[in-house]
């Protein structure tokens, strides 16, 4: 099929020797690499147990989908002036918090501010 020269495949298996030892050092270099932030799923980023509510950090609460850096200092800022929230539903209060992100929240807490074991 293919009629190579002795130096046509000496080069030949030289390229496909380094092209086969990139892929192994990318592949090692890249095994603990942080996903891209938006690459993230939900279920990546809340490892076991959602952010308390009423005691977390900014950046705790940035885990939860639909919770960016605004979102999350508003929902602290609400909690410091309104007291804990109850309910999950009570977000909705927070500006920046939607319908849809409070359904994307959701599946992490249980009724009556139990959460996921």
């Known amino acids: 099929m293919f009629h190579l020269t002795p130096q046509e495949r000496t ?11 990139g892929a192994l050092v990318h592949f090692a270099l ?16 809340i490892k076991k147990l959602p952010p308390d509510l009423n005691h977390s950090t900014a950046a705790e609460l940035e885990v939860l989908p639909g919770i960016g850096p605004k979102t999350a200092r508003a ?3 609400y909690r410091l002036q309104h007291g804990p929230f109850l309910r999950l539903e009570e977000l909705r ?20 501010g139990q959460r996921h074991e």
């Not at 890249?30 to 980023?45: G, L, Y």
């Open 75 to 77: 929902i602290i800022d």
């Open 93 to 112: 209060r927070v500006k920046g918090v939607s319908k849809r992100t409070i359904q994307q929240i959701e599946q992490y807490y249980m009724e009556e």
């Open 11 to 21: 080069a030949l298996a030289a390229f496909l020797t380094v092209c086969v030892l």
């Open 30 to 45: 890249n095994t603990h690499a942080r996903p891209f932030r938006w690459a993230a799923t939900s279920a990546q980023r």
